[in-house]
């Protein structure tokens, strides 16, 4: 069984699902030194924010094949590192939504009415209504500060408070804000209209520090900053300045640069609220993210594509609905087609008939090059980084499409080498992937366990005698066997199923019988 390691606290439901397909192994707040070590022997690491999945963890992982992020954020993962080496990095960008859209909005309310402050001066036995005099969020502008899901849950509430939601997000089309009743602005817009600024962007090297001394002298006096995403896109002195001089009348902050924040004066500000990184802390929330990221890094070590693979091509769940029984097959087909095939290889051709010309083939593309690899190389080769790959051996890989009279979907691959073309289908048929073609024969091979024989002969009889009579003096039992031929007489393919495996010696002397012009095995 794959060997899955845990580093942070995720929810029981994801530890038992995962449990049922892989050894679990619970290491929390792990050391540097403790990571490295356990790391080595694991196909897939689960993490959250807290631990730092770094290049040398990676290159350490030499099994490697998944990150699960538990969350939303990727970076505590080195994504460059992993895509490298071609492990996924999978995240649950919808699992927590609504818990963090929840806490922003409870965030902005209690900024707005000075909850915590207010308590706190009642338990302490004071009667201060005066001190607290707050704002209504009705008929103020909301700047959020990026549209995603997150962005947009608020955007939606907030509008049914009857406030003026702003937006600056240059990755939303119009017609998204549009659809959410949110008008698109420029940074500078935003900041200069905002009652309330609320955060909802991942922390990159261009919104690093993105609140800094001047932007916030841009910002609508008695404006109030609401950050759940990322404490380091605002600079904490810059905002305490800012505080200090009245233009910025309050900030809630659930997110800080270090966490926990220690000692930071964020924490003793009195014009600032702080809660403990709580935005996706929800019962609700929990469970979805457990199970979201066990589903996924579940579904890769099966070999299976993620539903969020944040560095793999992005292939809607109608798209992948028919790829996806066609990845083994394009592995399978481009395996056999690099053991029949001699000498240097020159071209790839891809060719998709069928159903499959009318999607995007990318995922399938990636998984032909990691079975043209998979006798010859022991890189681990996923859509992350299968055209990296490609790229740094020099393999030309041209693609075709085209619709199809005899089959629902057909893969073919055609390997150019230095001696001819080697050429391979393969379809899916009764749910099992089989190889349609070898060369000019058409023939229908079942793929699994076990080892092909495959023999060009002449086409006459007593051929398949002396075959199976060679076999039976070696002790090597037949599984099935499948027979094609150009014409009678002609040129003619035998596919036989083995159980055991040939020698070279074997496959030279079988090629001694007379009218068996080459005789190759290969495992599919």
Known sequence: MPKVLITDPIAQDGIDLLSREAEVIELLKPSDAELLKAIVDCQALIVRSSTKVTREVIEAGSKLQVIGRAGSGVDNIDLDAATQRGVIVVNTPTGNTLSAAEHTIALMLASARHLPAAYTSLRSGLWERQKYVGVELRGKTLGLVGLGQVGAEVAQRMRGMEMRVIAHDPYIVAERAQSLGVELVSLE??????????????????????????????????????????????????????????????????????????????????????????????????????????????????????????????????????????????????SLATQLSDGQLQSVEIEYLGELADHDTTPLKAAVIKGLLATVSSENVTVVNASRVAEERGLRISERKAPSEDYANLLTVRLETEHGTTTISGTVSHNATHIERVNDFWVEIPTGEGYLLICENLDRPGMVGAVGTFLEGHDINISFMHLGREKVRGRALMVLGLDDEMSPEMLEQLESIPDIHSARQAQV
């Open 189 to 334: 817009e935003l900041l200069e209209q905002s009652d309330f600024i609320s955060l909802h962007i991942r922390l990159t090297s261009a919104t690093r520090d993105l609140l800094d001394d001047e932007k916030l002298a841009k910002v609508k006096p008695g404006v109030r900053i609401i950050n759940t995403a990322r404490g380091e896109l605002i600079v904490s002195d810059a905002l305490i300045r800012a505080l200090d001089s009245g233009r910025v009348a309050g900030a809630a902050l659930d997110v800080f640069r270090e966490e926990p924040p220690g000692e930071s004066p964020l924490l003793k500000h009195d014009k600032i609220i702080v809660t403990p990184h709580l935005g996706a802390l929800t019962e609700e929330a929990q469970e979805r993210a457990a199970l979201d990221v066990a589903e996924q890094v579940l579904a890769v070590l099966r070999g299976e594509p993620a539903r969020y693979a944040v560095n793999a091509p992005l292939v809607s769940p109608e798209t992948m609905e028919v790829l996806r029984p066609y990845f083994d097959v394009a592995e399978r087909t481009a």
